[in-house]
């Protein structure tokens, strides 16, 4: 009994590591890897008359979404973590963002040398906790350049830190310094040897 009851927990969604759970993501994402998304572009911003909330807006060619960022769930250390993974090419984990009651998961995955996938999935919390996917889940999915990617990602967010972020209608947590740690991984010629320009 105790043997089969390890065996049902070695086997329940939970227990997925990355890989895998990219994989039963996977069999669901319909965009096709060869066709490349030229238009990304992701910004951040205070929504009007409204405390603790940042707007997180990325946009593709057909499709615009938009992330609603709570400081009662801080999603800004996890994001610094994000997008180094991203960098240094470990790709295989999410940036989980809590938005009170809805939950979203962003992945990002290669496709090859150059190219990565953003797949955006969205769900109650238990149900992307769980990792249980449906088609109807997934709200975004892209295939655009790394360069591209991650000048947006970095900019967007480095553009609303230095210019419109507004300390007394978010929390506490200290956005510059988040840019600071951001500034670290992408500073100019971050990526020289690939020939990766992050201000493309």
């Not at 609603?68 to 973590?81: G, L, M, N, V």
């Not at 889940?137 to 000048?151: C, F, P, Y």
Request: net charge positive.
């Amino acid at each position: 009994m105790k043997n089969q009851q390890q065996k049902l927990k070695k086997l329940t969604p939970r227990t997925l590591n990355s890989e895998k759970e990219y994989r039963r993501l996977k069999k669901l994402l319909t965009h096709k890897t060869d066709c490349i998304d030229i238009e990304l572009n992701v910004s951040f911003s205070h929504p009007e008359k409204s405390f603790g909330w940042i707007d997180l807006q990325i946009k593709t060619e057909t499709k615009t979404v938009i992330i609603k960022c709570s400081y009662a769930f801080e999603p800004f250390s996890s994001f610094i973590w994000w997008m180094e993974g991203i960098r240094w090419d470990r790709l295989q984990s999410p940036w989980d963002i809590e938005e009170e009651g809805r939950y979203k998961k962003l992945f990002v995955y290669p496709v090859d040398d150059i190219h990565l996938r953003l797949a955006i999935v969205a769900d109650n919390h238990y149900a992307l906790k769980h990792c249980i996917y449906k088609k109807e889940h997934i709200i975004l999915d892209t295939v655009v350049r790394k360069e591209k990617l991650l000048a947006q990602f970095y900019l967007g967010f480095k553009n609303f830190v230095n210019n419109k972020f507004r300390q007394e209608l978010w929390s506490n947590d200290n956005l510059y310094d988040k840019l600071k740690q951001l500034d670290r991984t992408f500073d100019c010629n971050w990526d020289m040897r690939k020939g990766i320009d992050p201000y493309a």
